[in-house]
Each structure stands twice: as structure tokens, then as C-alpha cells.
């Protein structure tokens, strides 16, 4: 049985709470990517061009600090990443997350939580950032999934 890690990043709350489910569904552990310097509500603002996250999303080179890099990733076969899109794609934390550990041989499962848009080409887009790991796109998971419906999902990759 494959080792499991849910790694996520959440800036309002719901791609936390979906991570935790995922983390029980997968008897996987749980490890949440956070910024060396929170994001206040006017950071998340993103009609204002010039809020943090609209800053960072405009900046293909910006890759924002992070609290710590203590995650195991040497301990994990599969790893299944969270965050909440932004712009049509992962926030650039997670670059940050990503080029922070080797994924050499390890396999990434994306997951995201979205108040419209879809991941769009976001797999394909990571993928430089984790070099040498299988990275797949992985679903939406919106709203309030159950449990046993995660479960299920995870298995059957």
C-alpha cells in the first residue's frame, strides 16, 4: 500500500477542510503549505490589480516565501495537492511548495476547490516545478464531499 500525503494550501478555509477529509478517507497524513507572511483579506482581493495575490498571479517569476519546508516528501509514494484556483490555475505558492522538495519518483494527485472556474491547464502547468514526479489533474472538489465519495475517488487511482 502506497504511503499518502495531502498537502495543501487553503486561503479561505474550504480547501482545508476538504484536505482533512481527504487526509481520513486515504488514512493519508496532512500538511498544510503556508506563507511565510499570511494573506490578509485585502491580499485576497482580486478585483484590486494591485492586492498581493493579484501582484503575485501577474508574475510568472514570483514564487511567494514559505513558513517552513518541513514536509517529508521522502516518506510519501502518492501525494494528493490542494489548493483553491486562482486565475484559472494554482496560486504561485505552490510553485514555491513544489520546487522546495525532489518529487523524483513520487506521484502528485491535483485537487481544488473553485468558486467558478475549472483547473484548466494547470497539471501541465506545474509540471515543470516537480521534475521527474507523474503528475495528474486530479478533479474539482467543491462544496461538502462526503467521505466515502473520496474514498472511492482515491482508489480508483
Not at 495531502?6 to 493519508?28: I, M, P, R, W
Request: proline share 4%.
Amino acid at each position: 500500500m502506497k504511503k499518502t500525503l495531502v498537502a495543501f494550501f487553503s486561503a479561505s478555509g474550504a480547501t482545508k477542510g476538504v484536505a482533512e477529509k481527504l487526509a481520513a478517507a486515504t488514512d493519508g497524513d496532512l500538511y498544510e503549505i503556508k506563507p511565510a507572511v499570511p494573506y490578509t483579506r485585502a491580499d485576497l482581493n482580486w478585483q484590486d490589480r494591485h492586492s498581493r495575490s493579484s501582484v503575485e498571479m501577474n508574475d510568472p517569476s514570483s514564487r511567494p516565501e514559505l513558513a517552513d519546508t518541513d514536509a517529508k516528501i521522502q516518506d510519501y509514494d502518492r501525494i494528493f495537492l490542494g489548493f483553491p484556483i486562482w486565475w484559472y490555475t494554482a496560486p504561485t505558492i505552490i510553485r514555491s511548495f513544489l520546487e522546495s522538495y525532489d518529487f523524483t519518483g513520487k506521484t502528485i494527485i491535483l485537487f481544488a476547490t473553485s468558486g467558478g472556474s475549472g483547473m484548466g491547464k494547470t497539471a501541465k502547468e506545474l509540471a515543470s516545478s516537480c521534475a521527474g514526479a507523474v503528475i495528474k489533474e486530479g478533479r474539482l472538489l467543491n462544496g461538502n464531499p462526503s467521505e466515502d465519495m473520496l474514498k472511492r475517488w482515491a482508489a480508483d487511482l
